[in-house]
């Protein structure tokens, strides 16, 4: 073999090697681009992912701060629908309490009414003695009432007329006056006790009022707001 047979040899050798080499590099290619598409692909499904998921947590976070709001809202409404009634049943209590005062200017009817006060007094008590209190204005009505309610009480219970002792000393708080309007006060009545202290009856007119206003107090309500007042 001569050199010229060996140079072509050698040529087609190296075209070969060459070839085979353009080969391998083309497959490493396109491996590596395979390989960095897939790569690539992923990472973005996974960017994807963490965008769809931040978005459904803040998503979630708007909804359930919408339902607190909402929440506290409507609270906040019920608080002031409940005050607004409160309010209005306290306005009532308070015309009512004006209109005791006014109970007292009848002289004639507030003598009666004494009298009857004092004869359910007794008859809660059933003590053949006791102490009976009033607002000093009221002392010489009290007195002159004090027979005839010993004697309608003695005849409704049939057992002697009990022995009354008026307080002079102790007097119940007066009428409401603009000079002390945040005092102690009494609108009327009596308070009666047997003589060791122990039992008491207090029959003003504000502490009837307030029995009265406590007992009728749903039927208050549901005629002023109706069946729903939660």
């Known amino acids: 073999m001569n050199d010229a047979d060996v140079s072509k040899q050698i040529q087609q050798m190296v075209r070969f090697i060459r070839q085979e080499a353009e080969?391998?590099?083309?497959e490493i290619s396109v491996s590596a681009e395979e390989e960095f598409n897939i790569e690539k692909l992923q990472l973005v499904e996974a960017e994807k992912k963490k965008i769809r998921q931040e978005y459904e947590r803040k998503e979630k976070q708007v909804e359930v701060r919408k339902k607190i709001e909402?929440?506290?809202?409507?609270?906040?409404?019920?608080?002031?629908?409940?005050?607004?009634?409160?309010?209005?049943v306290n306005k009532m209590k308070e015309d009512a309490m004006k209109e005791l005062l006014r109970v007292s200017d009848n002289h004639h009817e507030y003598k009666n009414l004494l009298k009857e006060l004092i004869v359910q007094g007794l008859l809660r008590l059933k003590e053949p003695a006791v102490l009976l209190r009033c607002r000093k204005e009221d002392h010489h009505h009290v007195e002159?009432?004090?027979?005839?309610?010993?004697?309608?009480?003695?005849?409704?219970?049939d057992v002697h007329q009990p022995e009354i002792h008026v307080d002079h000393d102790v007097y119940l708080p007066p009428a409401p006056s603009h000079h002390d309007a945040h005092g102690q006060f009494c609108s009327g009545g009596v308070v009666l006790a047997s003589r060791d202290g122990k039992i008491v009856y207090e029959s003003t007119l504000d502490a009837r009022l307030e029995v009265v206003f406590r007992k009728k107090l749903p039927e208050i309500r549901k005629l002023l707001f109706g069946?729903?007042?939660?």
């Open 227 to 230: 069946q729903s007042t939660a």
């Open 23 to 26: 080969e391998k590099a083309s």
């Open 144 to 157: 002159s009432v004090l027979h005839s309610a010993k004697h309608e009480y003695a005849s409704k219970a």
């Open 70 to 88: 909402y929440s506290m809202q409507l609270n906040a409404s019920r608080i002031k629908v409940l005050q607004a009634q409160d309010d209005l």
